[in-house]
């Protein structure tokens, strides 16, 4: 299984960016994915995740309202739409795949089983 997450950069505080999470070696469609982000200094933190059946989402609080997830099952890839961005929303991103994860443990890093590399998002004040 790899994942590529791709499409950081540096956006301005109130912009937007969409990252993608590309997929191969698994049947996607069976699998929940999720984004995690780490800033300098800090743990890895929980951003939000779309299941595999029904393709419901979840969010952390920081993020709702703010960022949505969604998924193309045809090009086994996951976007993570943000906007509305802060400074603080600066960190790596990575994506995770897990197929059996349940929606208690989805904030849980430990939790899921195939990670990406991380994109570098930055946002100025």
């Known amino acids: 299984v790899q994942l590529q997450a791709s499409g950081g950069g540096l956006a301005q505080a109130g912009g937007s960016l969409r990252l993608s999470c590309a997929a191969s070696?698994?049947?996607?469609?069976?699998?929940?994915i999720g984004w995690f982000r780490q800033a300098p200094g800090k743990e890895r933190e929980f951003v939000g995740a779309?299941?595999?059946?029904?393709?419901?989402?979840y969010y952390a609080d920081s993020v709702k309202g703010r960022f949505t997830i969604s998924r193309d099952n045809a090009k086994n890839t996951v976007y993570l739409q943000m906007n509305s961005l802060k400074p603080e929303d600066t960190a790596v991103y990575y994506c995770?795949?897990?197929?059996?994860?349940?929606?208690?443990?989805?904030?849980?890093?430990?939790?899921?089983?195939?990670w990406g590399q991380g994109t570098l998002v930055t946002v100025s004040s």
């Open positions: 070696g698994l049947i996607f469609s069976s699998y929940s």
């Open positions: 779309i299941r595999r059946s029904g393709g419901h989402t």
């Open positions: 995770a795949a897990d197929q059996g994860i349940i929606i208690s443990s989805l904030s849980s890093s430990s939790q899921w089983d195939y």
